[in-house]
C-alpha cells in the first residue's frame, strides 16, 4: 500500500495543478450592476455622433470625399508611381496591411494602424503628432519610406487631371498658379527639394501650402466615412442587464462571456480599452519592446512636441478652426508620464489586423494576453500597467472574447473600392 | 411703445440668461473643503461627467464667512492613485467668469475608476489646499 502513496500522491498533485491552470471557473449567474453598466458602456449603440472637426470646414462636405476617395486609391500620389493610401490600409484587411511594419515606397519604422473608427481620435499616428486627421494625412506623402512625393508635385498632379482639377475648384476655388520652375518643391524633402522650396516667393508657398491642406481636408473627408459594423458582442451588451442571465441572447458563448468578464475584471484590459470604440484614445506605456534595430522611442512625449510645432496643426493659418477650438491642442499635456508612452488602438475588429502593438513587435492575441500578463519592465521610463497573475486558460478567454468585436464595416459599399472617374 | 419694447425685452433678456441660469440650478457635481474652510463647488459643463470626452468646469469658491472669493488663483492637478498616473491632459483656469466663479478648460478623465485631484489655491486669504475624490 505505501509504494502507492507517493505515485498517488504526485499524480493527485499534478491533476491539480494542470486543472488549475487548464479549467475554467464557473461562471456566475447574472452580471452585478456595475459589471452591466461597464458592458453596456462599450456597446457601439452608445458610440456619440461623430465631432464635428472645427479645423476642417469640408470634414462632412460629400463631394469633399469623394475628392478624397480618389485621392485615397491614386498611385499618382507617390514618387515611384507605384504607392496610394490604400497601398497600406487596405479595405479588405479593416484598413490595415498585415505587416509589422508599413512598406511604402520604402520600409517604414511603424506598424500600419487601421483607420476605423479613427475620426473620433483628438489625435493621429501612434505617437499623437499630428492634431487633425487632415492634417496627418499630409504627412506621408511627403515621407520618403510612404510615398515619397513632395506638395509642389502633387499641386502639380491635381492642376493637369482634368477631373480633380474641376473637382478641386468647385470646392475650394482657384488652384494657385504654379511656377514653370522648379518642378519638385518642400520644406520637408531632400536638399534640392528643400533648397528649390526656399527660392520660391512666401506668396507662392503659402498657395502651394493651402491647396496641399485643401487635398489632407478633402482626404480627412473621405476618412471620416469609414465607421466601425455592429458585432456579436454589441448585440449581446445591448441586452444585458443585472436582471438578466449571464447567458443573455446566445450571441456569446461560455468562454466569450468568461473572457468579457475577465476584459472589464481582473485583466484590467477596459482601464485603457473602454468605450463603444475600445479605445480612450490616449497615450500609455506598456513596456513593448522597441523594434529590433531601433531604439527605444520616446512616444507621446516627442509627439506632442512635434504637434505643437506642426505648420498644418489646428492653431495654425491653414486649419479653419478659432484659436479658441483647438481645445486638444490648447491642454495638452507634455510631462515625463509621457515617455514611451504609444496610443491606445481600437479593438474592434482586432482578430484581422494581426500583427500587434506599434511595431508589428507582437504576432498574435495569445502572445499579446501574455505580455499584459507578465507586464515586463519598460526599456523606457515606467510599464503602467502591472502583472496580472491570470491562468492561462484566462488568457484563452480573453482571446476568445477578442472573436467577438469582428463585424462588416458600417460603410456604404461604394467607399471602400477604388472609384471610378 | 414702452411697453411693446419691455414686452420684447422680456424673453430676449431670459434667452440671454438661459444658459447661465441652467448651470446655477444645476446642483454642484463635486463639493469639497479647503484648507482654510472654504467651500469649492465644480459644476460639470459635461453633465453627468463621462470618460474621454474633453470639457469645462466652472468651480464657485466661497470663503468661510460664505461670500465669493474674487481674484483667486486656482491650479488642478492630479491623477489615479491606483494606476500610478495623472491626468490626460493639463486643465488651466482661463478666466474668472463672475464674482468667485472661475473657468477651469481642458477637463478629461480617460479611465473608468478612481480619481484624486489636488486643487491649489492662492487669493487674498493666502494659499490653500482641497482634495477632491471621485469615481467614473
Redesign the interface.
Given at each position: 500500500m505505501k509504494r502507492f502513496l507517493i505515485p498517488g500522491l504526485l499524480v493527485i498533485g499534478l491533476g491539480a495543478g494542470l486543472g488549475w491552470q487548464l479549467l475554467p471557473a464557473p461562471l456566475p449567474q447574472a452580471w452585478t450592476p456595475q459589471e452591466a453598466a461597464?458592458i453596456q458602456?462599450l456597446s457601439l449603440s452608445q458610440l456619440p455622433a461623430l465631432s464635428p472637426d472645427p479645423s476642417n470646414a469640408v470634414a462632412d462636405n460629400e463631394s469633399a470625399a469623394k475628392l478624397g476617395q480618389l485621392l485615397y486609391f491614386d498611385s499618382r500620389m507617390s514618387g515611384n508611381g507605384e504607392v496610394a493610401c490604400a497601398t497600406c490600409h487596405q479595405p479588405e484587411r479593416y484598413f490595415t496591411d498585415g505587416l509589422p511594419l508599413a512598406a511604402g515606397t520604402a520600409l517604414g519604422p511603424r506598424h500600419t494602424p487601421s483607420l476605423v473608427g479613427l475620426s473620433h481620435s483628438?489625435w493621429f499616428y501612434w505617437d499623437g503628432r499630428k492634431d487633425s486627421q487632415w492634417a496627418q494625412a499630409l504627412a506621408p506623402i511627403e515621407a520618403g519610406h510612404e510615398h515619397n512625393l513632395d506638395r509642389l508635385q502633387v499641386i502639380r498632379l491635381i492642376a493637369k487631371d482634368r477631373d480633380y482639377s474641376e473637382r478641386y475648384t468647385a470646392l475650394f476655388g482657384e488652384l494657385p498658379s504654379l511656377p514653370a520652375t522648379p518642378q519638385a518643391a518642400s520644406p520637408l524633402g531632400n536638399a534640392e527639394a528643400s533648397a528649390s522650396w526656399q527660392r520660391l516667393s512666401l506668396a507662392q508657398q503659402s498657395g502651394i501650402n493651402r491647396a496641399f491642406a485643401n487635398l489632407g481636408k478633402s482626404l480627412a473627408a473621405y476618412q471620416r466615412k469609414l465607421l466601425p459594423g455592429p458585432s456579436r458582442f454589441d448585440e449581446y451588451a445591448d441586452q444585458v442587464s443585472s436582471e438578466s442571465g449571464i447567458s443573455g441572447n446566445g450571441m456569446l458563448s461560455r468562454e466569450e462571456i468568461a473572457g468579457l468578464k475577465l476584459f472589464i475584471g481582473d485583466g484590467q484590459c477596459?482601464?485603457?480599452h473602454?468605450?463603444p470604440l475600445f479605445t480612450?484614445?490616449?497615450?500609455?506605456n506598456t513596456g513593448v519592446l522597441a523594434v529590433a534595430g531601433q531604439l527605444p522611442p520616446m512616444g507621446r512625449y516627442d509627439g506632442i512636441r512635434l504637434a505643437r510645432k506642426d505648420e498644418f496643426n489646428c492653431l495654425s493659418y491653414y486649419s479653419d478652426a478659432q484659436p479658441e477650438e483647438c481645445?486638444?491642442l490648447?491642454?495638452?499635456?507634455?510631462?515625463n508620464?509621457l515617455v514611451g508612452a504609444q496610443k491606445t488602438p481600437s479593438l474592434r475588429n482586432i482578430t484581422e489586423t494581426a500583427p500587434y502593438m506599434h511595431g508589428g513587435q507582437i504576432a498574435d492575441l495569445t502572445a499579446v494576453m501574455q505580455h499584459y500578463n507578465d507586464a515586463p519592465t519598460s526599456m523606457l521610463s515606467?510599464n503602467?500597467a502591472k502583472p496580472l497573475g491570470l491562468r492561462p486558460v484566462q488568457l484563452s478567454q480573453l482571446v476568445a472574447f477578442m472573436q467577438t468585436l469582428t463585424a462588416p464595416l458600417n460603410v456604404d459599399p461604394g467607399w471602400l473600392v477604388a472609384p471610378s472617374q | 411703445m414702452t411697453f411693446r419694447n419691455t414686452a420684447a425685452a422680456v424673453p430676449l433678456a431670459i434667452l440671454f440668461m438661459l444658459p447661465v441660469s441652467q448651470l446655477w440650478a444645476q446642483e454642484a457635481n463635486y463639493s469639497i473643503q479647503t484648507s482654510k474652510g472654504s467651500t469649492l463647488d465644480v459644476f460639470s459643463q459635461l453633465n453627468p461627467v463621462v470618460?474621454?470626452r474633453?470639457h469645462s468646469w466652472e468651480l464657485a469658491l466661497t470663503g468661510p464667512d460664505e461670500s465669493p472669493v474674487t481674484g483667486a488663483e486656482i491650479f488642478v492637478t492630479g491623477g489615479m492613485p491606483d494606476?500610478?498616473?495623472?491626468?490626460?491632459?493639463?486643465?488651466?483656469m482661463t478666466r474668472e467668469t463672475s464674482p468667485g466663479r472661475y473657468l477651469l478648460?481642458?477637463v478629461r478623465f480617460?479611465?473608468?475608476?478612481r480619481w484624486q485631484l489636488t486643487v491649489t489655491i492662492n487669493s487674498h486669504q493666502g494659499d490653500e489646499i482641497g482634495l477632491l475624490d471621485f469615481e467614473l
Open positions: 461597464l458602456s483628438p477596459i482601464s485603457c473602454n468605450g480612450n484614445f490616449e497615450f500609455h481645445i486638444e490648447r491642454f495638452a499635456k507634455d510631462d508620464e515606467h503602467e | 470618460i474621454n474633453i494606476h500610478d498616473h495623472g491626468l490626460p491632459t493639463l486643465p488651466i478648460e481642458g480617460h479611465m473608468p475608476g
